[in-house]
């Protein structure tokens, strides 16, 4: 079993930044593949980024150039840096640990935390 918990989520005006961090703790081994997801009400939940342990990361278009997403293994930390933040970056945002690499699902989830965006 894989523990995640995320934080530091909370409410920002457009155009600032936030860095959010995923405490990981158990039986990783299994794992290869750190990704950082999103939902917004009334929406399905979306991939934002991805890193595999060859150092591969993926981006959705909606967040390339914006949002970085790191793996620390001495800390056990997975880290998503975002800059210059829109209303549209609004929502939970959860991190999840698989294997498979990029094209690969399911794995742990986190409980999520919330990003505002304000105008």
């Known amino acids: 079993q894989v523990q995640l918990v995320e934080s530091g989520g909370g409410a920002v005006q457009a155009g600032g930044s936030l860095t959010l961090s995923c405490a990981v703790s158990g039986a990783r081994f299994s794992v290869d593949t750190w990704a950082w997801y999103r939902q917004a009400p009334g929406t399905q939940r979306e991939q934002v980024a991805i890193?595999?342990?060859?150092?591969?990361?993926d981006y959705a278009d909606s967040v390339t150039g914006r949002f970085t997403i790191a793996v620390n293994n001495a800390k056990d930390l997975v880290t998503l840096q975002m800059y210059n933040l829109q209303p549209g970056d609004t929502a939970v945002y959860y991190c999840n640990a698989r294997s498979g690499g990029l094209y690969s699902s399911g794995g742990y989830w986190g409980q999520g935390t919330q990003v505002t965006i304000s105008s």
């Open positions: 890193m595999i342990n060859t150092g591969i990361t």
